[in-house]
């Protein structure tokens, strides 16, 4: 007879809530597995039983968490993220781990209440930042410079084009910053500019918004892309919980 595989408890996220609440079932490695959730006074940790092991965040896995924390948003105004991968060995740890947390969920509550978060990436079109550079003359005959040159020989008026490309990079950068985040800033309750990812990104912002904003909100963004569409690209995504302006670590107590 084939080995029972041992079962943990995988955390998707935390509610608040004052009653029993059903979310259906989720698909997990090909399982439908029953969505629950673990109670302590007007707290609750949403989750479902799975085999105990590390679940690596490939694009499947990162979509079952993703879409069942939408789902819980769909019906729960009080919603506190946890991060992808979390599995605790048994029910009884879930509930020690939210007995533990729950004076920082009874803060956290009325904060975010109501609320979700949005992303936003810009990323500038390629052709776009090309012709930026070659607007500085110095930076045309530097690239000239280097042309046709051995690399050895090149080695430092790369270094200094590389200089100069990075430098206009940071002023498009402060550019966005004051034409496209600093407005949306004034919508949202809180704002984040995280550090950009590659050479190309522009802004990675978050935006903890009421969700009585989020059409004005949305508008704003739609109005900025008309504006900039030209010269950079959009990355617009949520609603999620607010990933970006909570901090919950997770561990249970060793008794």
Same mark, same amino acid.
């Given at each position: 007879?084939?080995?029972?595989?041992?079962?943990?408890?995988?955390?998707?996220?935390?509610?608040?809530?004052?009653?029993?609440?059903?979310?259906?079932?989720?698909?997990?490695?090909?399982?439908?597995?029953?969505?629950?959730?673990?109670?302590?006074?007007?707290?609750?940790?949403?989750?479902?039983?799975?085999?105990?092991?590390?679940?690596?965040? @490939?694009?499947? @896995?990162?979509?079952?968490?993703? =879409?069942?924390?939408?789902?819980?948003?769909?019906?729960?105004?009080?919603?506190?993220?946890?991060?992808?991968?979390?599995?605790?060995?048994?029910?009884?740890?879930?509930?020690?781990?939210?007995?533990?947390?729950?004076?920082?969920?009874?803060?956290?509550?009325?904060?975010?209440?109501?609320?979700?978060?949005?992303?936003?990436?810009?990323?500038?079109?390629?052709?776009?930042?090309?012709?930026?550079?070659?607007?500085?003359?110095?930076?045309?005959?530097?690239?000239?410079?280097?042309?046709?040159?051995?690399?050895?020989?090149?080695?430092?008026?790369?270094?200094?084009?590389?200089?100069?490309?990075?430098?206009?990079?940071?002023?498009?950068?402060?550019?966005?910053?004051?034409?496209?985040?600093?407005?949306?800033?004034?919508?949202?309750?809180?704002?984040?500019? =995280?550090?950009?990812?590659?050479?190309?990104?522009?802004? @990675?912002?978050?935006?903890?918004?009421?969700?009585?904003?989020?059409?004005?909100?949305?508008?704003?963004? =739609?109005?900025?892309?008309?504006?900039?569409?030209?010269?950079?690209?959009? =990355?617009?995504?949520?609603?999620?919980?607010?990933?970006?302006?909570?901090?919950?670590?997770?561990?249970?107590?060793?008794?």
């Amino acid at each position: 007879m084939a080995e029972q595989e041992e079962q943990g408890i995988y955390l998707f996220c935390g509610i608040q809530t004052d009653q029993e609440d059903e979310f259906g079932t989720v698909e997990i490695e090909g399982r439908e597995r029953e969505i629950f959730t673990i109670r302590h006074e007007d707290a609750a940790m949403v989750c479902a039983e799975v085999p105990m092991k590390i679940y690596h965040p @490939n694009k499947e @896995n990162l979509m079952f968490h993703q =879409n069942t924390v939408s789902k819980v948003m769909d019906q729960k105004d009080t919603v506190i993220p946890i991060s992808f991968g979390n599995v605790f060995k048994t029910k009884d740890d879930v509930k020690v781990l939210l007995e533990n947390l729950y004076p920082q969920f009874k803060k956290l509550f009325p904060e975010i209440k109501g609320k979700i978060e949005l992303g936003l990436k810009v990323i500038g079109k390629k052709e776009w930042l090309e012709s930026k550079v070659n607007e500085n003359p110095e930076a045309v005959k530097k690239a000239e410079a280097v042309r046709g040159k051995s690399e050895a020989a090149s080695y430092y008026e790369r270094i200094q084009l590389g200089g100069m490309a990075q430098k206009m990079v940071t002023e498009i950068q402060n550019e966005i910053k004051t034409e496209i985040f600093a407005p949306l800033e004034e919508t949202a309750e809180a704002a984040k500019a =995280n550090d950009p990812l590659g050479e190309k990104m522009l802004l @990675n912002a978050s935006f903890l918004v009421d969700r009585n904003q989020e059409e004005v909100f949305d508008q704003k963004v =739609n109005e900025a892309h008309e504006k900039w569409k030209d010269k950079v690209d959009f =990355n617009y995504t949520g609603p999620w919980p607010a990933y970006n302006f909570v901090n919950i670590r997770l561990s249970v107590e060793e008794s």
